[in-house]
Structures are given as C-alpha cells and as structure tokens.
C-alpha cells in the first residue's frame, strides 16, 4: 500500500505562513504530477495548486501571488508554501499524487490530510 506522508498543517493568524510537505515513494514521485487540494466544510475537494514532473505549474485564481508549489526529487518530496494566509484558506489540505506510468492508465494516491486553521 503507497503511503503519502504529509506535514506542516496547523494554527496560523491571518496574514501568517505555512509550508506543507508531501513525501511519496521515490519510484511514484518520479512518474507523477504532484498536486495539493483542500476542502473545507460543506464543499467539495478543490485544486489549490499543481506541479508536473517538468515543472509546469498550475494554480487556482484563490491562491494565485500567495501560494507556491515546488517538489524536490532528491527527497520525493512536494512542498506547498502559503503566505499571506486568509480565514477562507482554513480547510483540510490533501496531497495528491497522479501517477502516469509510460504504458499504462494513469492513478492517483492521496494523503490522509492536514488541517490548515487560519484564525486571529
């Protein structure tokens, strides 16, 4: 069972910073596009950011100037650092890795989730 270990949720004041890990297994990281998505009470899981295994970056409107997303192969590791965080930002933060295999169907692995609470 691929286990994606996530890190670095917690209790920020507005306008604070947080930086989350995401550390996957060296043989999934490599071949996937590493993603994070949250979701807050009553709402659905929505994208905040994501990043191929070439580097190309996509980012909600939400976020877009405050949130950065980064991976480290060397550690199989994906970051996401928040800045400037809002109350609207508080939700549950889940790391997603979307494995793309050279010759078969595509899947995904998630982590367990990190509560993120901004609040004064």
């Known amino acids: 069972q691929v286990q994606l270990v996530e890190s670095g949720g917690g209790l920020v004041q507005p306008g604070g910073s947080l930086r989350l890990s995401c550390t996957a297994p060296?043989?999934?990281?490599?071949?996937?596009?590493m993603g994070w998505y949250r979701q807050s009470p009553g709402k659905s899981r929505e994208l905040v950011a994501l990043i191929t295994s070439g580097g190309r970056i996509v980012y909600a409107d939400s976020v877009k100037g405050r949130f950065t997303i980064s991976r480290d192969s060397a550690g199989s590791t994906a970051y996401l650092q928040m800045n400037s965080l809002k109350p609207e930002d508080t939700a549950v933060y889940y790391c997603?890795?979307?494995?793309?295999?050279?010759?078969?169907?595509?899947?995904?692995?998630w982590g367990q989730g990190t509560q993120v609470t901004v609040s004064s």
């Open positions: 060296g043989s999934i990281f490599s071949m996937s596009r």
């Open positions: 997603n890795a979307h494995v793309i295999p050279p010759d078969s169907d595509s899947y995904d692995y």
